[in-house]
T-cell receptor, first 112, second 112 residues
């Protein structure tokens, strides 16, 4: 069962913020929201994850709504190298809900 | 440099000829796994290992074997490859389950 839904694609201008949405209304209280990205057939790359608080690292920010039904990954200053498929995944850390299931993701195209 | 390496990166083989794809990580990670990626089907987990001598089936284990005799290595074995195993394969590792997962560069396998 897909735990998350994402738009198929989006684009943004180079240098602008890219805001990638994700709906996860069915994830349980102990399941994290993970974001990975995959640049053209390379191995997926971890970006960030969070449970209920907003998170920020050197790559991106993750904003999770208070009801945890959706979240937004923010790339603050998108570059052409950020063009990739971005996967939003809901998973726990133990037991049966710990498996990371990669869906189709959202294809982000950064235009010059 | 912290990394997951896979060999070979590209392989063309014939039906029924046993092959092994090696995977090695230099981060002392406990958790390792194998995925295959096919167009329209996304990334699917084949096998995973929680630690040395502990392996378990993922979503699509049929036709594959794995072993985890050492912490750093997690080879994928195809005893009798068939054309439906033509795919892009990724090895991955993480310190614990669902911590930041590092993926290898991928092995593109073609079985004729």
């Amino acid at each position: 069962d897909a735990k998350t839904t994402q738009p198929t694609s989006m684009d943004c201008a180079e240098g602008r913020a890219a805001n990638l949405p994700c709906n996860h209304s069915t994830i349980s209280g102990n399941e994290y929201v993970y974001w990975y990205r995959q640049i053209h057939s390379q191995g997926p790359q971890y970006i960030i994850h969070g449970l209920k608080n907003n998170e920020t690292n050197e790559m991106a920010s993750l904003i999770i709504t208070e009801d945890r039904k959706s979240s937004t990954l923010i790339l603050p200053h998108a570059t052409l190298r950020d063009t990739a498929v971005y996967y939003c995944i809901g998973a726990g850390n133990t037991g049966a809900n710990s498996k990371l299931t990669f869906g189709k993701g959202i294809t982000l195209s950064v235009r010059p | 440099e912290a990394q997951v390496t896979q060999n070979p990166r590209y392989l063309i083989t014939v039906t029924g000829k046993k092959l092994t794809v090696t995977c090695s990580q230099n981060m002392n990670h406990e958790y390792m796994s194998w995925y295959r990626q096919d167009p329209g089907l996304g990334l699917r987990q084949i096998y995973y290992s929680m630690n040395v001598e502990v392996t378990d089936k993922g979503d699509v284990p049929e036709g594959y074997k794995v072993s985890r005799k050492e912490k750093r290595n997690f080879p994928l074995i195809l005893e009798s490859p068939s054309p439906n195993q033509t795919s892009l394969y990724f090895c991955a590792s993480s310190l614990k389950i669902n911590r930041e997962i590092f993926f290898g560069p991928g092995t593109r396998l073609t079985v004729t």
